[in-house]
């Protein structure tokens, strides 16, 4: 299938703030996640590595003088009070006081329940590209602690680049990686990423690795034989795609990605890819498309 984003990933001229901006809100992939522990409160304590990709959404911006925030279409289930770019203006807006608002437009790509940071990645683009031009001025590392209250994978996309994570997610070490191509596959369900993490059966004592060893260490993603046992048409997907390439699910589900050789092996296995999945090809971007608009 076409790639949506692949045209949206230079920077946008953002030199009028009067007219429509269109953002992207790329996707990530865990190339990697383990449990490692659990805090006092109940928040595990994660590593992973972020891998950012040039598919995502796109939001349309459009700044207002009377401090109202409006999100102007319907998103399928999602009520515009709950919607993560809405939280994300207005938690903005309460934090430096600023008196504009915006009309907001989310055209919506990425598969909801995914893993790929679908609704993270949005709220992400809405606070880098508001406080841009509302002229809020926070700093990349304030808009990230900002970001964080929103959710734990929000950090990571203000951050801008494929990164190595700890803590919750928030405690990020920029990786470097070679440019790469993947298949990603959406199962058509959604996984609930709280059921995942509740599990009785979910390992949460994965010995920690460090920075520099995980590519060559045996690294999985703790958190798919539990999705696979509660979500069996993601272990189908798991298995169909490991047949081209290694496959493993990203996030808690329920997409699963594989790294291949080449664009053209990317479309052979998309256009091969059974009717009831979605597939897409995806590269990856070293830095967030709005990446220079933070300092």
Not at 30 to 50: I, K, M, S, W
Not at 146 to 169: H, I, K, N, S, T
Not at 197 to 208: E, I, K, M, V, Y
């Given at each position: 299938?076409?790639?949506?984003?692949?045209?949206?990933?230079?920077?946008?001229?953002?030199?009028?703030?009067?007219?429509?901006?269109?953002?992207?809100?790329?996707?990530?992939?865990?190339?990697?996640?383990?449990?490692?522990?659990?805090?006092?409160?109940?928040?595990?304590?994660?590593?992973?590595?972020?891998?950012?990709?040039?598919?995502?959404?796109?939001?349309?911006?459009?700044?207002?003088?009377?401090?109202k925030i409006r999100r102007l279409n319907e998103v399928p289930g999602v009520p515009e009070a709950d919607d993560l770019v809405v939280r994300?203006?207005?938690?903005?807006?309460?934090?430096?006081?600023?008196?504009?608002?915006?009309?907001?437009?989310?055209?919506k790509v990425l598969p909801m329940g995914g893993g790929i940071g679908g609704g993270s990645s949005d709220a992400a683009?809405?606070?880098?590209?508001?406080?841009?031009?509302?002229?809020?001025?926070?700093?990349r590392t304030r808009l990230q602690?900002?970001?964080?209250?929103?959710?734990?994978?929000?950090?990571?996309?203000?951050?801008?680049?494929?990164?190595?994570?700890?803590?919750?997610?928030?405690?990020?070490?920029?990786?470097?990686?070679?440019?790469?191509?993947?298949?990603?596959i959406s199962p058509g369900v959604q996984v609930p990423t709280a059921e995942?993490?509740?599990?009785?059966?979910?390992?949460?004592?994965?010995?920690?690795?460090?920075?520099?060893?995980?590519a060559a260490s045996t690294t999985r993603n703790d958190l798919q034989p539990v999705a696979c046992s509660r979500y069996p048409e993601v272990l189908r997907v798991i298995e169909w795609l490991d047949v081209h390439a290694p496959a493993r699910m990203t996030g808690s589900g329920a997409c699963v990605f594989?790294?291949?050789s080449s664009e053209e092996e990317a479309d052979r296995i998309t256009k091969g890819c059974p009717p009831r999945w979605k597939a897409w090809k995806a590269r990856s971007i070293a830095r967030h498309p709005l990446y220079e608009w933070l300092q």
């Open positions: 299938m076409d790639n949506p984003a692949l045209n949206l990933l230079q920077t946008p001229d953002c030199s009028d703030p009067t007219r429509l901006l269109a953002c992207p809100a790329p996707a990530k992939l865990n190339l990697f996640l383990h449990v490692v522990g659990r805090r006092a409160d109940g928040y595990h304590l994660l590593q992973t590595a972020f891998r950012l990709l040039d598919w995502g959404d796109t939001i349309d911006f459009a700044v207002r003088a009377d401090g994300a203006a207005r938690l903005l807006q309460a934090h430096t006081g600023c008196t504009l608002g915006a009309d907001i437009t989310v055209h683009t809405a606070l880098i590209a508001l406080n841009r031009l509302w002229g809020t001025g926070l700093s602690a900002l970001g964080l209250q929103l959710g734990a994978d929000v950090p990571v996309f203000v951050f801008g680049r494929d990164a190595f994570a700890e803590g919750v997610g928030e405690a990020l070490q920029p990786l470097e990686l070679p440019p790469a191509w993947y298949v990603v995942i993490f509740s599990a009785g059966d979910l390992t949460r004592n994965t010995p920690p690795i460090i920075m520099p060893d995980f594989a790294e291949v």
